[in-house]
């Protein structure tokens, strides 16, 4: 009976940390829990006894937290008009191929427990890091999802967040990564005695990251920007399913020159993605740009379609005379929304989701648009996922960010939420403000400690006008300066224990 209990004691510990997860992320935000919330997990790979045991712990706290934070898949699906046993398999099918994360940062803490526990919880924490940036670096040339990072769940918590200006979000994912597997271990290797004292490294780390957070803030109060211009953040919350129908084409047409009409002088106007019910090239909606442009006498940044070099998803800089002064195009590309990955094979059974068909990624270095005096780094839609877009732009001469976005097929879900709180990261990470439209929300700006200075509600449409600090010349973060030393600390640290534990 004892070992029973014990057993069925292990399979709930796994499940026990994806519940936790899930209430650390949007729209639960109990982002405290995710100190804690691998502690189950850790405890659960001390008491496998073999690879396998091990393998389901990970396979199941993966599955059932994917499963729990992308549930949104199913329900886009099913507004999509996809069948529910359908809808109910992809959201399995994704669940279970992203749970292959967990798996393997499982199987690499049940062979590192030769290192004993009082070293298990910092290289297991350096391990978690190199997992994190390993599946966005398998972006650069595979077929990844890495929207999930640990340290995400810190988003309301902003002192906290600060150290990502040194270490990337990869430091804060170790940290809260730490505090869970060192709980974990000493619950279940039987040393609860002395728990304050044994505690004590967490307790120094998170006072070090909050006592780093608040010089940081405390210092941003004295750092003047070197001027400030207007935006107006345009959302107006067209329905996705009408965008491309040319019978709705007027409608929306009117809708945004609506809430133009509405609008007092601003310098520039920030649309959302594929904002246009056409495209860029048709000299109708080129002349019709142009024209709004020269009747309010601003500049544009308007998200649109093109057939230019290749067919882009793209944002386009109109001055107040109406001409097109500069472009940007979506660096890294939806698989299956915008793209079909594998094309060779899976070309001949899968079309892209996206009314339009396919698109090509643009560039991985482009230069960021010149706007009054400052360089304006462009990322469009879930490219804000990916931190290396924002620190290459960060080095090569962005000083403020734009994201663009149209996150209509995600409805009144978790989504919407979960992607806007990733560009709070971004800004924190590169100390750059950034602006961004949606178009159905959420729209807002955030200032380069990654506080939100403005913020839209979702599906209300409007233009929200900010005031947008410009910090002309100020030096990249360390972290964007200097890339991920962090990361490679952590490289080192790992290889060091497993040499130590496999070969000596």
């Known amino acids: 009976m004892k070992n029973k209990t014990r057993y069925s004691l292990s399979d709930i510990l796994p499940v026990l940390s994806s519940g936790l997860l899930v209430l650390s992320y949007p729209k639960f935000s109990q982002g405290w829990l995710a100190w804690l919330a691998l502690a189950p997990l ?8 073999t690879v396998r045991q091990a393998a389901l712990a990970g396979l199941s706290a993966g599955f059932f937290f994917y499963a729990g934070i992308l549930y949104w898949i199913y329900t886009t699906m099913r507004a999509g008009g996809v069948s529910v046993p359908v809808s109910a398999f992809g959201l399995a099918a ?48 595979a077929v990844w999802f890495p929207w999930f990072m640990l340290g995400y769940t810190q988003w309301e918590h902003t002192a906290l967040i600060q150290a990502v200006s040194l270490t990337g979000v990869y430091g804060l994912s170790a940290a809260v990564c730490f505090t869970g597997a060192l709980t974990g271990t000493l619950l279940a290797t039987g040393r ?40 107006a953040l345009l959302q107006p919350c067209v329905e996705l399913y009408e965008k491309w129908d040319p019978g709705k084409a007027g409608e929306i047409r009117g809708r945004i020159e609506k809430l133009l009409d509405g609008l007092d002088p601003v ?5 959302p993605e ?27 940044i308007v998200g649109s379609v093109s ?76 490219e804000s996922i990916f931190p290396y877009l924002f620190e290459s732009s960060a080095r090569g001469g962005a000083d403020i960010f734009f994201n663009i976005t149209n996150d209509g097929w995600y409805l009144d879900t978790a989504a919407p939420y979960q992607h806007f709180i990733v ?39 409007g233009a929200r006008v900010v005031r ?25 640290l790992v290889a060091a224990f497993l040499i130590a534990v496999l070969f000596v």
């Not at 850790?42 to 006894?49: D, E, I, V």
Request: charged share 20%; hydrophobic share 45%.
């Open 274 to 300: 594929n904002a246009l019910p056409g495209w860029i090239d048709d000299p109708f909606y080129a002349a019709w740009l142009g024209e709004l442009a020269k009747k309010y006498k601003t500049s544009f």
């Open 307 to 382: 057939r230019g070099d290749g067919r882009h998803v793209s944002a386009f800089l109109l001055n107040a005379a109406g001409g097109i002064t500069a472009s940007y195009d979506k660096r890294r590309l939806v698989p299956f929304g915008e793209f079909v990955p594998f094309r060779d094979f899976l070309g001949r059974f899968v079309k892209p989701v996206a009314a339009l068909g396919e698109f090509t990624e643009g560039r991985l270095e482009q230069r960021p648009f010149r706007f009054g005096g400052a360089g304006l780094g462009g990322s469009i839609c879930y």
């Open 94 to 141: 994704l669940s279970l191929i992203m749970s292959s994360e967990f798996v393997l940062i499982s199987l690499f803490g049940f062979y590192l427990r030769k290192a004993g526990p009082r070293i298990w919880p910092y290289v297991f924490s350096a391990g978690w890091a190199l997992m994190e940036y390993g599946k966005v670096l398998l972006s650069l040339k």
């Open 42 to 49: 850790s405890a659960a790979l001390w008491r496998a006894r």
């Open 423 to 461: 560009n709070i990261f971004r800004a924190a990470e590169t100390r750059r403000p950034l602006i961004r439209a949606a178009n159905n929300g959420i729209s807002g700006m955030i200032d380069p400690w990654g506080r939100i200075a403005a913020k839209t509600g979702l599906d209300e449409p």
């Open 192 to 231: 609860q005695w002395g728990v304050l004292r044994r505690l004590l490294p967490a307790v120094l780390l998170l006072s070090a990251l909050w006592g780093y957070g608040r010089r940081e803030l405390d210092r941003s109060e004295s750092v003047g920007p070197s001027g400030y211009f207007s935006a």
């Open 267 to 271: 310098d520039l106007v920030l649309w």
């Open 468 to 492: 947008v600090p410009v910090y002309s010349g100020a030096a990249p973060s360390p972290h964007a300066a200097y890339g991920e030393w962090f990361v490679y600390f952590c490289t080192a």
